[in-house]
């Protein structure tokens, strides 16, 4: 950026927040009160028996709009996505929440809308107390069924729609997760929120839809009226409110090069994954559920490089069972390219909580009883999905993929229950494939520094570059206030990646990178550099990727190695690699600017 357009993008309009979806959209922002203020109390006092029916009644109609959601939800984007609103349903139904509201109209003679509006604050205070982000994130699952029943009360039209025929950003200070369904059926081309996170249902769905978005802003909502021209970067987290003719020309060409590099891109998904001088490269997908999976297949993905199963268990309304599982998996594998899935086993805890498995409260959870720590100590749990995973492995190539591996008795562990499963499934004569291969997440320093500990014990190794940056910088990759320093092109993490790569290619045990750093291109022309044949990647970033490799040879980048490795700051290399991308393709270097460079965009 030059430094006229710095000045027309005054830092105050520049909003720093979570980069919740990819992509990069400028338009007018539309706000949306998301949730309406509570309905002033009704004078009464009224009918006990007219309250009740009416209440009722709104009961039954929230509970048909659901019923028709799951069906409408489950055939166009996925049944996964449908178990949200399936929570929604259980939520009209339940007993104690219909006692409390009917009770206070019983009690009281008021009306339902004011019953309803009590209960809300009610709840409201129990949620606010609640010292967990998951819990706490249900909140808006209530919020959206109570926004619900009180549409139904009031007979109103729904708060959030958008009645503009243009093209608007969605400015709120939270979206529910059935509005968030049905933004892709309005003019709504991007969405920045003043809370949110990348486990909030909103983000799972709204990421599928493949909208910009940008969430964990505070203010944002008061900073923007209705009409301002707002920027949205959501590879990067950055909204820029009325950025000025200059700043808003520069990311209107950034959007239209990131929508015609895409058409454009596209057409690469049947051409192989090679380099100029004819080098072969992975480029694998990380998915969460079946659409993620037919996502990857239709951009060119040659596996599933990474499936998270914590959100199956997420958008279940409970633990799901073994044949659930099972079924969950054979879809995954039917869905994606050539049947490959590399399937993680349960990585819950830290920010990851299932809200019908409640875990201890612990004064560090991302350092604490997580992840293969919590399911090594529960290994029934643990078994059951491996059995899953196992009786699902006999459809296509599948493997297993340990989280969070500290040292080398985890694995050896690990390994003893994959065994014992595989007897009970033989004993109980049900189909599985003895020969899925066992390997790990190195996301952990320990693991990173040891990886010639721990090599021998595995068939594979994926390097979790999401975690494995925010343990070695010691900085929480969601907390906005030290995002500066969770940077995988700084020399620490560098140097550390490399050396891992290095050792996995010295004992030949197949490495990749399945970070979101894997899928930009700056990080990507590193890790290549590095010796790195394999990348997992969200699949929106497969085409940019591919291009990517078409134009590089892996004889010019050997040369980089000892130039990045020799670099004291996170900025030098940065500028190495954007110049090796200008030289290639000036539309591919802007299209990554990472966070330690926002100036170059
Ligand atoms: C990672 O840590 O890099 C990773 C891929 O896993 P997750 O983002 O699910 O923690
Ligand atoms: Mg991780």
């Not at 409970?318 to 659930?324: A, L, Q, V």
């Not at 085409?543 to 490795?565: A, M, Q, W």
Request: charged share 25%; net charge negative.
């Amino acid at each position: 950026m030059t430094n006229e357009q710095n000045k027309s993008s005054s830092p105050r309009n520049v909003h720093r927040g979570m980069a919740i979806s990819p992509g990069i959209v400028v338009a007018p922002a539309y706000r949306v009160e998301t949730v309406s203020p509570l309905a002033p109390s009704t004078a009464g006092p009224f009918e006990v028996a007219d309250e009740l029916s009416r209440f009722e009644a709104a009961c039954h109609k929230a509970a048909a709009d659901l019923t028709d959601l799951i069906e409408r939800v489950s055939s166009e984007i996925g049944a996964e996505e449908s178990r949200i609103f399936q929570s929604h349903l259980f939520m009209v139904r339940d007993r104690a929440f219909i006692q409390k509201v009917t009770g206070l109209i019983a009690e009281h003679h008021i009306s339902a809308e004011d019953a309803v509006n009590r209960t809300q604050a009610e709840y409201e205070q129990i949620f606010s107390a609640i010292d967990d982000d998951y819990l706490r994130e249900r909140w808006d699952d209530l919020l959206d069924v109570v926004e619900r029943l009180r549409q139904h009360l009031v007979e109103s039209a729904p708060v959030e729609s958008v009645r503009s025929d243009q093209s608007v950003v969605l400015v709120a200070r939270e979206i529910l997760p059935s509005q968030t369904l049905r933004l892709g059926e309005r003019h709504i081309v991007g969405v920045v929120t003043e809370r949110g996170s990348r486990t909030s249902h909103a983000a799972i769905i709204a990421r599928s839809l493949g909208l910009p978005v940008v969430g964990g802003i505070p203010d944002i909502f008061n900073a923007v009226r209705n009409g301002d021209m707002i920027a949205v970067d959501g590879r990067d987290g950055i909204v820029i409110v009325n950025p000025g003719p200059e700043a808003e020309s520069a990311y209107r060409k950034l959007e239209r090069e990131f929508v015609d590099l895409k058409d454009k891109l596209i057409h690469n998904r049947h051409e192989p994954s090679v380099t100029s001088n004819g080098v072969a490269i992975e480029l694998a997908a990380n998915i969460n559920n079946v659409a993620d999976a037919k996502a990857a297949a239709d951009v060119g993905a040659t596996a599933i490089g990474l499936f998270r199963t914590e959100y199956l268990f997420m958008m279940h309304p409970s633990i799901p069972t073994e044949d659930e599982q099972t079924a969950s998996y054979r879809a995954i594998v039917d869905a994606a390219p050539k049947g490959h899935v590399t399937i993680r086993t349960l990585d819950l805890g830290g920010d990851k909580i299932l809200p019908y498995f409640p875990i201890e409260k612990e004064s560090n959870p991302f350092l604490g009883f997580r992840s293969i720590r919590r399911a090594l100590a529960h290994p029934e749990f643990f078994k059951h999905q491996v059995r899953a995973i196992l009786r699902a492995g006999i459809e296509g190539r599948v493997r297993i993929l340990l989280p969070m591996i500290s040292t080398v008795e985890e694995i050896e562990i690990a390994r003893e229950f994959i065994a014992q499963a595989k007897d009970e499934l033989a004993r109980e004569g049900l189909p599985f494939s003895s020969d899925v291969p066992l390997g790990i997440m190195v996301e952990v320093p320990s693991a990173a520094v040891a990886i010639d500990t721990l090599l021998d014990a595995v068939d594979f190794v994926s390097i979790g570059t999401n975690d494995l940056v925010q343990y070695l910088m010691a900085a929480d990759r969601d907390n906005p206030n030290v995002a500066y320093l969770c940077d995988p092109l700084s020399p620490a993490v560098l140097r550390v990646l490399y050396q891992v790569i290095q050792a996995c290619r010295k004992y030949e045990v197949d490495v990749a990178v399945c970070g979101e750093m894997a899928g930009r291109p700056r990080s990507a022309v590193a890790l290549l550099a590095f010796g790195l044949r394999s990348l997992s990647m969200g699949p929106a970033f497969v085409p940019l990727i591919k291009e990517l490799v078409h134009s590089l040879s892996t004889n010019r980048l050997i040369g980089l190695v000892d130039e990045i490795l020799s670099q004291k700051k996170a900025l030098g290399i940065h500028q190495i690699l954007n110049s090796v991308l200008s030289e290639i393709d000036a539309s591919i270097a802007r299209l990554d600017a990472g966070p330690a460079d926002p100036s170059s965009i």
